[in-house]
């Protein structure tokens, strides 16, 4: 209005009137807007000079009225912080966020704020956040964590991610189909149960990161997780596959000798111990194990190819393993665990360059033609009732089912056995029969002895309370 007085005094003067002025009341007409006290038509509010944006609940000097975020506290109003994002003690809708409050920097897992179960804590996502809280669970416990607006109603693109004592991944939970808040509920969910002791991170983010203005997230924590039956249907959680979750199963490997006085209590060595058998998927999960030999000559494919020579006797073709026996300068030791893979480098010490042997008896209840499917790391060798089945030279990671090499099974026993050459890094072998359309084998059973099914009865040979299966000298 100022710039079109200035417009209107040149016009007056182009129009040879020098000498004519406007009054204080043509100013005022020429300077209407807001703060002139008239409510034009672009204007909510206008009280002149009593507009203010100080006084609560006033007409604000741009001329509309008080709001939620205009950083006064008005009638209806706890607080007004002037932005639209809780965790700072007054929330969106400008109420008090009582309780306590999210505290930065809390963007990964390991710098968690703390948060005392059962109490909620208030917070605010912008846009690309993450906001994560340590808790403490104890031995076999469980954790639920549940998140929710200001007001309890669900922010629709919230997520809860549960990680574990090595800052991995555990679960996560995102917003039910009908509205309901994301939760982690240990009562479906094996990952938040079974848990062992330590400081756990629950995270809280927006769907592909995006801004969640205020929030609320409680953790709940509890001391046994078998009060809620002990089920799962996690195979880490339960090695002998009885269903019953092993912190709640007496009898972990299922070979009817109680843990307690099981000298191999997570491993099969029990006298009333039904036969291995292979995996749900196929995998072979039960081995004798052999090394680790070092300082042998490469075979003539290169670096990553297996020694000639045997390592474990005179033949690696008609050698015949045995638990507790020597193979070459080293002894065969039992391997057995829910893992599909070996990790040959937790089991043996030795640097690169290293080979090693894993050696199973299979039973066939049929006939069948099939193929014997594995992935090592690095070369391998492998041979089946004291047939070469061939020689892989290559450097590599185990691959699933890297190498399918047809085999001809007449029903009964069979022995396979494998030679591993590790040229540096990883190093390990996994192994699963399948059917020639590509099926895995599921109905062979394992035997760790010659053309028997396993019985080891607690045997403990070298008499220092280890079982032969689980000592690594035995």
């Not at 997230?217 to 046994?224: F, K, W």
């Not at 297996?306 to 638990?323: C, E, H, Q, R």
């Not at 290293?354 to 193929?371: I, L, M, Q």
Request: glycine letters at 14%.
């Amino acid at each position: 209005m100022r710039t079109l007085s200035l417009i209107l005094v040149s016009a007056l003067v182009a129009c040879g009137k020098p000498d004519e002025t406007l009054s204080d009341t043509d100013t005022d007409v020429a300077l209407t807007g807001c703060g002139d006290g008239a409510v034009d038509e672009t204007e909510a509010c206008d009280n002149g000079e009593a507009n203010s944006d100080e006084a609560a609940d006033a007409c604000r000097t741009d001329c509309r009225l008080a709001w939620c975020g205009d950083g006064v506290a008005d009638a209806g109003e706890d607080c007004d912080d002037g932005n639209a994002f809780g965790g700072d003690g007054c929330d969106p809708s400008c109420h008090v966020e009582n309780g306590a409050l999210e505290a930065e920097p809390n963007d990964v897992p390991f710098q968690g704020t703390p948060i005392v179960p059962g109490n909620a804590v208030a917070g605010g996502l912008r846009e690309g956040d993450v906001d994560c809280y340590a808790v403490d669970v104890g031995e076999n416990g469980f954790l639920s964590a549940r998140v929710s607006g200001p007001d309890g109603a669900c922010p629709p693109d919230m997520v809860v991610r549960l990680y574990g004592l090595d800052d991995k991944s555990l679960t996560d939970a995102y917003p039910g189909p009908d509205g309901e808040c994301a939760a982690i509920d240990p009562t479906s969910d094996d990952h938040a149960r079974y848990l062992h002791a330590g400081t756990y991170a629950v995270c809280v983010e927006g769907l592909f990161r995006s801004a969640i203005p205020a929030y609320r997230v409680s953790v709940e924590v509890g001391d046994d997780s078998c009060l809620s039956g002990g089920t799962t249907s996690n195979p880490k959680d339960d090695l002998d596959g009885d269903g019953l979750a092993n912190p709640c199963d007496g009898d972990d490997d299922g070979d009817g000798v109680a843990d307690l006085a099981d000298n191999c209590p997570n491993m099969s060595n029990g006298g009333s111990s039904a036969g291995f058998s292979t995996a749900r998927d196929g995998w072979i999960r039960q081995w004798l194990i052999a090394g680790a030999f070092t300082g042998n000559p490469v075979g003539p494919g290169g670096s990553c190819d297996p020694s000639v020579a045997s390592l474990i006797g005179d033949d690696d073709a008609t050698t015949v393993p045995a638990l507790g026996a020597a193979a070459g300068a080293q002894t065969w030791r039992a391997w057995i665990a829910a893992a599909d893979a070996i990790d040959f480098s937790t089991v043996f010490s030795a640097s690169a360059d290293r080979e090693s042997y894993a050696a199973v008896w299979v039973y066939a209840p049929t006939a069948r033609d099939g193929v014997l499917a594995y992935g090592a790391d690095d070369g391998s060798a492998a041979w089946l009732d004291g047939a070469s089945l061939g020689v892989d030279p290559t450097c590599h990671g185990v691959v699933t089912d890297d190498l399918e090499l047809p085999v001809s099974l007449a029903q009964g026993w069979h022995r396979v056995l494998f030679k591993v050459r590790d040229h540096g890094g990883s190093w390990g072998l996994k192994a699963r029969f399948k059917s020639t359309a590509g099926a895995p084998m599921t109905d062979l059973e394992v035997s760790l002895t010659a053309d028997a099914t396993w019985y080891d009865d607690q045997n403990d040979g070298d008499g220092d309370g280890v079982g032969d299966v689980c000592d690594p000298t035995p």
